[in-house]
């Protein structure tokens, strides 16, 4: 196993303050080889048959994972005990390791959500669209200095890319995780944006929630949001030996950066407007909104 004995304890501590002792942890994948480097930390975690499901709390979960492991990329499954088990499930039981047995059935599924702002109690919604907007803060931040960093580099041919020397790939690579952090986490603000407007059961797919907010004025065009989501799951092959694909994809990340700047920007000035979150979180929206702002 490669993960340290600390971010052992960070994962076991997040689930608890989760799910409570009931929750069973299994590490699987990438890190269980100590030949490789990198790689995304693979996680299931197995509830009780008796938990209730509940959507946003596993997405608070996954960014709480995220940002307690320094950014590193997380691949959550949770999966209730007796239901169907699925191949990734399987897997993670047949080969990966368990880093925490359920302590009792009792667990803090019912508690109330945390509040980090110290001001009023929050919804679990306003919670975690709060957590959103902070992480997209960081991204944004980082996204826009490596776009920066990166100016005299990209966009680039594919011979170009191919000869990199060592200081350009760790700077391209870390342009692509920070596209993938964005990316997700604005997808997530795009649903509890809608949540929040009490109009979560009338959109349930991503393109049902784009299209809403095309209509509300908070994104331009719902097919170019889809567009970016897309490319994003392209990302995870931009490491391949084609050179001409990993070009691609390096380019329309590194000319996407401002229109996802731009989607940060909008999101936090319809929270504001709408005033979907406490004045306490005024200084995270004004630092999306001025990342939005074209420099």
Known sequence: MRLT???VATIRRLVAEAYGPGAEIWLFGSQLDPRRKGGDIDL???LPASAPVDIWRELRLH???EEGLGGRKVDLIVHHHGEEEGPFVRIAKQTG???QRPASSAGALDAAPKNGTGGATMTTAEELLLHIFETLARTGAALKELRSRLADRLPARPETVAAFDADTTFL???LLKRYEQHTDALRVAARTIV????EEDRYRTNRHVFDRLESLGVVPEAARFMALVELRNRTVHAYAPDSARQAQILNSVYVSVGELLDLAGR???FAREQRLLPDEAAPV???LEALGTPS
């Open 44 to 46: 299931l975690v197995e």
């Open 63 to 65: 960014a709480e994972l």
């Open 195 to 198: 949540r929040l407007l009490g």
């Open 97 to 99: 390791i368990l880093l």
């Open 267 to 269: 999101f936090a000035r």
């Open 5 to 7: 004995a600390d971010e």
């Open 172 to 174: 391209t690579d870390a």
């Open 285 to 287: 929206l004004a630092k």
